[in-house]
């Protein structure tokens, strides 16, 4: 099992910058994607952003350009550093990890960003 903790939502007004951290602990062997997913209140939830074990990174329309995915190998965090935040950006963004390969899927329970004059 893989627990993982997510940290760094909350309110910020159009045109600010959040960082959203999420530290994997326990059974922590062979992960090898780490990313991040949101899920806006009547919407599915969706892919913003991964990173894989060789660092290469993929990110879907609603962050490129604003959000850089980033990941520490040796303390098992990613992290998800977004600017220019606009009011669409509101939602729950998950953590999310898979393990060896795909075989095992985690989620964090969630962090909310609202963004809001």
């Known amino acids: 099992q893989v627990q993982l903790v997510e940290s760094g939502g909350g309110l910020v007004q159009p045109g600010g910058s959040l960082r959203l951290s999420c530290a994997a602990s326990?059974?922590?062997?062979?992960?090898?994607?780490m990313g991040w997913y949101r899920q806006a209140p009547g919407k599915p939830r969706e892919l913003v952003a991964h990173i894989r074990r060789d660092r290469t990174t993929y990110y879907t329309d609603s962050g490129k350009g604003r959000f850089t995915i980033s990941r520490d190998y040796a303390e098992n965090t990613v992290t998800l550093q977004m600017n220019n935040l606009k009011p669409e950006d509101t939602a729950v963004y998950y953590c999310n990890v898979l393990q060896w390969g795909g075989v095992y899927e985690y989620w964090g329970q969630g962090t909310q960003v609202t963004v809001s004059s």
């Open positions: 326990g059974n922590i062997d062979s992960i090898s994607t």
